[in-house]
């Protein structure tokens, strides 16, 4: 941390010490900014985050042991029932549209003018007025520019917590009127520890806190989740065979492609996600990294496929699944797709 | 910028003279004398203006400049120094456009107009005094004759309606009332057209600025009404300095360094400077008298690599070692950096070998940098600055953000032996006739003559005597190339072919910026043969080469090729299996214009167009191969040597007098030289020879 080595702060929050540095230290010190902007993967702990800050800013206790987590108003705030800090998502724009059946894919502009509305009001409570603005990624265009004025200048009892996806997509207008909070993945020893503190295996935690890669709040959600696990372990086995077998490949991306046609696609993506995830444990295995690979519990099936991978060949083989991704994005006919992305593979028993 | 940034550094002197330095004393040490009367100054100013108790006050909401002094209004002073002629002369426009990025002042500056206008102070030099009673009642922000408007969300033709009905109404506090538009290119068609009027001829108590980031979405119509203004990203230096004038008046302690990483990271906007140090300074330890910031603070917040890990992964690229350059990016995503940034200064770095490679001397290189630079050629360096450059595109479509760098870096290292064969490509065959793969750990000798060579042409303006200054590249490790290479001269036509070759990328774009249509066209075609006065193209498509052999085609593509060979060369182009394999020489005017249509092929192959993914130099390795092709069947190209001329215009018959008044001008210049050459050379030039003595038997 370099500048302080003592905690200051009791924030319930796992990992991400510099990010709650700062928003701890923001709230001491009474140097509230008018604006946030929490970005990272899902599942990171952004939402969680925001709204301890938010707990923090309306807290009853003092300033030091804030947010108390025990109080009316940081209760409420974790009910939602606070009437000093809002939230909008594509969640709550839905609950409160009247045209049930419109298409919510975006935040419209009609919800944030009555946010700003909401927003103009002083706080009732507290000290502060918080929104917090969920899924800005999805903000439409003409909703950004009705933010941009607020997100300027806001009343000086506003505090605007902004949670996006990834910062590089959003407009350089709304970019540079936020502070900026980067939510980075926690490195794996500190998920794993903290499965293994919730009476989780150590292997078992250890393979969680690969395959969720630092996701924190999503490694929490999997340790519970058989289902997904086991449907994990046979996805991988099937990966493992195509990537061993062009053949089993070819009948497999058959298999793929009808299921894209009927409709599955989130299900189709995925699959590619994973077989891009144990092309890179071999990239990584080969490049000398093997500590650094995912699916740590077959890679050693993985390189008895073929013993002699070359770096070249897996690079390749990346490429041609991102490529598929890329297609399939674009509508192009999803066996043709997917056949030209495992024809690109190099053979196992063919190389070199 | 620069003749105004003197004139400001000019007034601190004199300031500084007039006495003003006793101040100095009471001030903490470590900053320059002029600086901190500055940010005192400022200081004074400023937080006398700051308005009302916010409870969360913004440094770049606090430190808006109050007047057009140079030590307030910096970085914009083209901006500053007009307005305050117009103040001054009472010339002040009816409506003014301030465009220009994020942060570069546009509000800011449309606030002090309307102060400026207002003030009542004798001296229209001193406006805005902030001392007058409107300049007082505009910096409390009491005042209701500056209306700001959010276009974003005001921008239907009712809200501009309304608006002009309130603009008849006279100021009430003010002299003049003033309408801040922000976000102008919010409004909707009908809006503008609403407005057009108003803004045409409004009363003369009303003026109107409007402020946006998108100047070309506004109509015509509109931007014609006003005095437009273009706001510049803000100089590193001026936004460093700013930093240091604000972080004093604010008793943040900071490093120049750290100053420097925060201008560098606000791109040129100076609301994001303010804003990271808000943030950056309250980082530091509360308790303590002075609040301190360093450079590691930033780059730990701001989630800058350090300089080590760049140059780690450039060495470990360097080095093909694969496993240090993904260990280096797994150690940076654990040490919570953010990936894209990481690629943002790789890019950033390479960039800056780049230059250095180039010949040029940037000021942040140091010795490190240099060291690694000699490791590539500059074919190499614009091969991995593409490389990294693609990364951003392809990121985030899988659920793995460090893959896409990942795997640039594996390809940037399996992907080297095919970038030297570029190299090796490129450079006259005589220069290395084999040479191994893997870079040696001082490569920068091999593919040196190619190198100063491409720098050159591709500069056509800036070397006007390309032939005579070849013995002296400009890249100092460099070693020469071949000793008194000419560049292009006349006859030289092997030589120049491979110089064509070698900026046949260069050349498309060169025409893709006149004509990108044409760009096209010239994609698929391939510089074949060189003649004393004619480039001869080979294009496997009949529907190419009737388009590229067309006036208005072929007069564009000659006016870039003469930057690169400096003389005027007719172009023509042909089918490959048509293309002579003789040079000037060979050129004399024949009857059997043959060739300017020949017998379509059916399905000719291609010119080579790669598809793979992951070919770094698709161009330049393509025309090599054309070249080479029809090589084995010279014979049968002599009884139609050079002589499409499918138009028979006005250059085209001055050309073949050219010609003939110069034949064999070139051939002894070319004999000795072309013996030393390596094999594909031999083939060539004993082609040549055969047409040629074919021709003499003939004649």
């Not at chain 1, 997904?228 to 990537?243: A, D, F, H, P």
């Not at chain 2, 910028?1 to 006495?19: F, I, Q, T």
């Not at chain 2, 300049?135 to 501009?160: K, L, P, Q, T």
Request: contains cysteine; charged residues 25%; glycine residues 4%.
């Amino acid at each position: 941390m370099g500048t302080s080595t003592t905690q200051v702060h009791n924030w319930p929050i796992i990992g991400h010490e510099s990010a709650v540095d700062q928003l701890a230290r923001a709230v001491q010190s009474g140097r509230i900014n008018h604006a946030y902007l929490f970005t990272g993967p899902d599942g990171v702990g952004r939402r969680t985050i925001a709204r301890t800050f938010a707990r923090a800013l309306v807290c009853d206790a003092e300033l030091e042991s804030r947010p108390c987590g025990t109080c009316s108003a940081c209760r409420r705030v974790g009910e939602g029932s606070y009437p000093d800090v809002t939230t909008v998502s594509l969640e709550s724009q839905l609950a409160s549209s009247e045209r049930k059946d419109s298409r919510n894919t975006v935040i419209s502009i009609e919800t944030i003018r009555e946010l700003r509305s909401s927003v103009s009001l002083r706080p009732m409570e507290s000290d502060w007025r918080v929104a917090i603005i969920e899924d800005v990624d999805r903000v439409s265009r003409d909703a950004y520019d009705a933010l941009l004025k607020t997100l300027e200048e806001p009343p000086s009892y506003v505090v605007l917590l902004l949670i996006a996806t990834e910062f590089a997509a959003l407009p350089e207008t709304i970019r540079s009127r936020c502070r900026h909070i980067s939510l980075e993945p926690l490195s794996r020893p500190v998920v794993a520890e903290e499965l293994r503190k919730r009476g989780v295996a150590d292997e078992q935690a250890d393979l969680i806190a690969r395959l969720t890669r630092g996701r924190i709040a999503r490694a929490i959600e999997l340790m519970a989740d058989e289902e997904t696990l086991e449907q994990r372990n046979e996805s991988v086995k099937r990966g493992v065979e195509m990537i061993g077998d062009p053949l089993v490949a070819l009948a497999e991306v058959r298999r793929l492609a009808d299921v894209y046609r009927r409709g599955q696609r989130d299900h189709v993506q995925q699959e590619i996600d994973l077989l891009i995830g144990l092309w890179r444990d071999l990239l990584l295995h080969v490049a000398g990294r093997p500590d650094d690979v995912t699916n740590i519990d077959v890679i050693g099936e993985l390189t008895s496929a073929g013993p002699d991978w070359r770096l070249a060949d897996i690079q390749r083989a990346l490429e041609a699944c991102y490529q598929a991704l890329h297609d399939l994005s674009v509508n192009v006919q999803p066996r043709l797709a997917l056949n030209t992305m495992v024809i690109q593979w190099p053979e196992p028993g063919n190389r070199g | 910028m620069l003749d105004c940034g003197g004139s400001g550094a000019g007034m601190n002197a004199d300031r500084y003279n007039s006495g003003l330095h006793a101040i100095e004393s009471l001030l903490p040490t470590g900053t320059d004398p002029d600086q901190k009367v500055d940010a005192q100054r400022m200081a004074k100013e400023m937080t006398s203006a700051a308005t009302a108790p916010a409870q969360s006050q913004s440094l770049y909401r606090k430190y808006r400049p109050t007047s057009f002094e140079p030590s307030q209004y910096i970085g914009q002073e083209h901006v500053a120094r007009t307005l305050r002629n117009a103040i001054v002369l009472d010339r002040v426009a009816h409506a003014y456009l301030f465009c220009g990025p994020r942060g570069t002042g546009k509000t800011s500056t449309a606030r002090l107009l309307a102060k400026a206008v207002n003030c009542e102070a004798e001296d229209p030099e001193q406006r805005p005094c902030n001392q007058c009673a409107s300049c007082a009642a505009v910096n409390s922000g009491s005042v209701v004759d500056i209306i700001e408007i959010d276009a974003a969300s005001n921008r239907g033709v009712d809200d501009i309606r309304d608006l002009r009905e309130k603009v008849r109404y006279a100021p009430t506090q003010l002299r003049v009332k003033f309408y801040i538009i922000d976000e102008a290119h919010q409004l909707t068609r009908d809006a503008f057209n609403a407005f057009l009027k108003t803004l045409e001829e409004p009363p003369d108590h009303v003026k109107f600025v409007l402020a946006t980031t998108e100047a070309e979405k506004l109509p015509d119509t509109v931007a014609s009404r006003c005095q437009r203004f273009d706001f510049r990203r803000f100089p590193v230096e001026s936004t460093v300095q700013h930093l240091k004038n604000v972080a004093v008046s604010e008793h943040i302690d900071a490093e120049e360094e750290a100053l420097l990483l925060i201008a560098r990271h606000s791109t040129g906007s100076l609301r994001d400077a303010l804003g990271l140090l808000d943030q950056l300074a309250l980082y530091g330890d509360q308790n303590a008298e002075k609040r301190v910031l360093n450079a590691e603070t930033v780059r730990q917040v701001l989630g800058l690599s350090h300089n080590e890990r760049l140059i780690g992964m450039v060495e470990a690229i360097a080095g093909e070692d694969a496993g240090e350059g993904l260990r280096l990016i797994t150690e940076a995503t654990d040490a919570g950096e953010d990936i894209h940034q990481l690629n943002r200064q790789m890019i950033g770095y390479l960039r800056l070998l780049l230059h250095l490679r180039a010949g040029g001397k940037p000021p942040e290189a140091d010795d490190t940098a240099v060291k690694l630079a000699n490791r590539f050629s500059l074919d190499q360096l614009t091969a991995l600055v593409r490389t990294f450059s693609e990364v951003d595109a392809a990121s985030n479509k899988s659920s793995y953000p460090q893959l896409p760098l990942e795997l640039a870096v594996v390809r940037a290292i399996v992907g080297e032996q095919r970038g030297a064969n570029v190299v090796e490509m490129v450079q006259p065959p005589a220069a290395a006739p084999s040479r191994p793969s893997a870079p040696t750990p001082t490569p920068a000798q091999t593919p040196a003559p190619a190198e100063p060579r491409s720098i050159r042409e591709s500069r056509p303006a800036a070397d006007t005597k390309p032939a005579q200054s070849t013995p002296a590249p400009k890249p100092a490790p460099t070693p020469p190339p071949r000793p008194a290479a000419p560049a292009p001269p006349a006859g030289q036509g092997n030589e120049m072919l491979d110089h064509l070759q070698a900026n046949w990328a260069h050349i498309r774009r060169d025409v893709k910026a006149e004509n990108s249509r044409i760009a096209a066209l010239l994609s698929s075609a391939d510089p074949a043969n060189v003649t004393d006065d004619k480039i001869i193209l080979a294009a496997p498509y009949e529907f190419h080469r009737t388009k590229l052999n067309e006036d208005s085609v072929r007069q564009v593509v000659e006016r870039v090729l003469e930057q690169y060979v400096h003389r005027k060369m007719a172009v023509i182009c042909m089918a490959p299996e048509d293309v002579p394999q003789t040079f000037a020489a060979t050129a004399a005017p024949s009857p059997a214009p043959t060739a300017a249509a020949p017998e379509p092929e059916p399905e000719p192959e291609p010119v080579p167009e790669p598809t793979t993914i992951s070919d770094p130099e698709p161009e330049a390795a393509a025309p090599q191969e054309v070249a080479s092709e029809p090589e084995p069947a010279p014979q049968e190209t002599v009884e139609d040597p050079v002589e499409p001329d499918p138009e028979p215009d006005e250059p085209a018959a001055t050309k073949a007098t050219a010609e003939s008044s110069t034949p064999a001008e070139p051939e002894p210049v070319e004999e000795p030289e072309s013996d030393e050459k390596a094999d594909p050379d031999a083939a060539r030039l004993q082609a040549a020879r055969n047409i040629f003595e074919a021709k003499e038997t003939k004649e």
